[in-house]
């Protein structure tokens, strides 16, 4: 009893304080989620500002007699006359790991019914990203899974790498591949008692999305275990265009918090084309002049300032890294159009997926020529370097002369077992959605490739002979595929030991 | 009608050289207003409703509203204009409502800065607060 007495005092005294001075103006005009205000002469670009009942906006426009303000929330309430008050304040989003496992939308609001959110900070929305001297290169890998992935574009730990690609060519479901691995090596390293793992921490910001895809991409998670490791932002497309402009920022302030506390941070944007969209709907409301396919001329600022947040920091400055998997779709495979070509110029490389490999049957619908990690083998671990590095280059090969492999019997032996290499290996790097391989598990197969283990097995049998391998080595040699993991490298002994392994699944199998 | 882009810059033009040392000049203002009404050039029209809002948003800046639950006697009046003109500059005007719905204290609203200092407000800010 006494404790509630001491707390309400504190309250009353902390409610005593003296007059402060106040900014107010009035609402002049409102619609489309936009406000005029006439008056607020002291309000700072991006400042919070409160519409009573709950209501907040920010303010965008300044001009000489008046602000344009986007409001986040129920802008129906509003009505002309309304007062309005500066808050002095940035907008600010609850960061922290008691959002691990939520579903939050874009002002950090739980919308799973799971009680309220336990915060550890609030960090800005908008926050200048970490400048040259705070950086460090990237030289850790985010193992997404996709052998397609690993092996030829690898990832690594605060690269920047855009998924694009035309409606329904799986590129969600790359991302969604990236999560589950992660919560699998995460909780294979607790498991473990591994100390020198970092963990990958997912968030995945839908911007704009169907409701119903939203659920089944949270069903996947759960399904798969990966949910208590990820954090999902939700501005679906019901939600209002300020909300989907504002929800991959929300996204980078959690990563952010990630990077700032020493810990690795995972954040997929799905998808940055609706995001221009949202953000061009709200520039022209608030009547700014628009340009190329009536998106603002600042829309390229708009995803460069998103995206370089995302970043591999110091020792010094957090000793954390966030890594950026943007997602554009394009319209009939243009990549040369405006959004495209602004993100393919921000990021670190690009995942092209192509409909005719989809329709084909090659899936994930890599296409390895256009393609490309600027990072490249610096994120590979060494096993991966030695098995995967002549891999692409083969594959390159082997495109070029797909057009004479019509003349089969016509072409020298060479050329006869670059093309057929070429086969098998496509076979190999098609793959299963939500099941993510481990890399252990990539690095045995490939180097069963790599030495010859597969060119006598026709091209239809290839999956099968891969599945099997697979569980063989799983079932029989997993302390084989623990010591590739932990040493990282494919030694001598060790290759020898592949030998053997491979040698005797090859006299058994059928 | 809209007003054209045009317009709006004459209007502002206009209104910017009715203001003498930052502050509004009455004289010019009458002369200006009375100008366009003879001379009537393309458009006045909306250039004068455009000037009619700039100076009704530049005079909102000088003008005071005080507000208080019981009426300010003479003296405490003058406190309040010299406090408010030591901050805001001469020339300000003042007007006072009573407001009996604010229990007690003082709420000045000078353009767009706001003090409020009256009960009823910190009673909301109690409320909030909890």
């Known amino acids: ?510 | 009608m809209k007003i054209s882009k045009q317009e709006q810059r004459e209007a502002r033009e206009l209104f910017r050289s009715c203001l003498v040392n930052g502050v509004l000049d009455e004289g010019r203002a009458r002369q200006a207003v009375n100008l366009l009404l003879e001379l009537q050039p393309r458009g006045y029209v909306q250039i004068l409703s455009r000037l009619h809002r700039l100076v009704k948003l530049n005079l909102a800046q000088r003008t005071a509203r005080v507000e208080n639950a019981v009426p300010l006697s003479p003296a405490q009046q003058a406190g309040l204009r010299a406090s408010l003109e030591q901050h805001y500059g001469a020339g300000l005007e003042i007007n006072y409502v009573t407001q009996p719905a604010l229990i007690g204290g003082l709420r000045v609203q000078v353009g767009s800065d706001l003090y409020d200092g009256s009960v009823k407000n910190r009673l909301e800010k109690l409320q909030e607060s909890f």
């Open chain 1, 1 to 510: 009893m006494s404790n509630l007495l001491q707390e309400i005092e504190a309250k009353i005294a902390g409610a005593k304080v003296a007059t402060a001075k106040q900014n107010v103006g009035v609402v002049r005009e409102v619609g489309d989620g936009v406000a005029k205000i006439e008056g607020l002469t002291d309000t700072m670009l991006n400042e919070m500002l409160d519409f009573g009942n709950g209501l907040v906006g920010l303010a965008l426009n300044l001009e000489e007699t008046e602000v344009g303000a986007i409001i986040l929330g129920d802008y129906t309430q509003l009505k002309e006359g309304s007062e309005v008050r500066t808050t002095g304040k940035l907008l600010q989003v609850p960061v922290g790991k008691g959002l691990l496992g939520r579903v939050v939308n874009v002002l950090g609001q739980p919308l799973d019914g799971k009680g309220p959110i336990r915060e550890t900070a609030f960090y800005p929305v908008e926050k200048i990203a970490p400048g040259i001297v705070k950086r460090r290169p990237v030289s850790q890998p985010v193992q997404t899974g996709i052998m397609a992935i690993d092996a030829m574009i690898p990832i690594g730990r605060g690269q920047r790498e855009l998924i694009i690609g035309d409606r329904s060519t799986g590129k969600t479901t790359i991302g969604i591949d990236t999560m589950i691995n992660q919560a699998r090596i995460n909780k294979a390293a607790e498991a473990a008692g591994d100390r020198e793992t970092r963990p990958i921490y997912n968030i995945y910001v839908a911007i704009g999305q169907k409701q119903s895809n939203i659920a089944r991409v949270i069903g996947v998670l759960e399904e798969a275990g990966a949910l208590p490791y990820t954090i999902v932002v939700v501005a679906s497309a019901s939600d209002s265009a300020t909300n989907q402009y504002l929800a991959p920022f929300t996204g980078a302030a959690i990563g952010e918090w990630f990077m700032d506390n020493g810990m690795d941070a995972l954040i997929i944007y799905d998808d940055l084309s609706k995001h221009a969209v949202a953000y061009r709907q709200v520039s022209l409301v608030l009547k700014r002049p628009s340009g190329r396919e009536a998106y603002p001329g600042d829309v390229f600022y708009l995803h460069s300032r998103l995206l370089e947040r995302s970043a591999r920091v110091g020792e010094k400055y957090g000793n954390g890294s966030v890594t950026a998997l943007p997602i554009i779709e394009t319209q009939a495979g243009d990549v040369s159009a405006y959004i495209p070509t602004n993100v393919i110029s921000i990021t670190d490389g690009q995942i092209y997926l192509e409909t005719d490999l989809f329709y084909q049957g090659v899936r994930p619908a890599v296409s390895v020529g256009l393609s490309v990690s600027r990072v490249g083998s610096a994120a590979q671990i060494k096993a991966m370097k030695q098995v995967a590095g002549r891999i692409k280059g083969d594959l390159a090969q082997f495109r070029e002369l797909a057009a004479f492999a019509q003349f089969g019997s016509d072409l020298d032996a060479k050329t006869q077992a670059l093309l057929e290499r070429g086969k098998r290996i496509i076979e190999i790097f098609k793959q299963q959605q939500y099941d993510p391989v481990p890399v252990e598990s990539q690095a045995a197969i490939l180097w069963a490739v790599q030495n010859n283990y597969f060119d006598d097995v026709p091209v239809d049998k290839v999956k099968d002979f891969q599945a099997k391998l697979g569980q063989y080595f799983n079932t029989r040699k997993p302390e084989l595929l623990a010591k590739i993991l932990k040493e990282k490298a494919i030694s001598d002994a060790l290759s020898a030991e592949l030998k053997t392994a491979v040698g005797e699944f090859k006299q058994t199998y059928r």
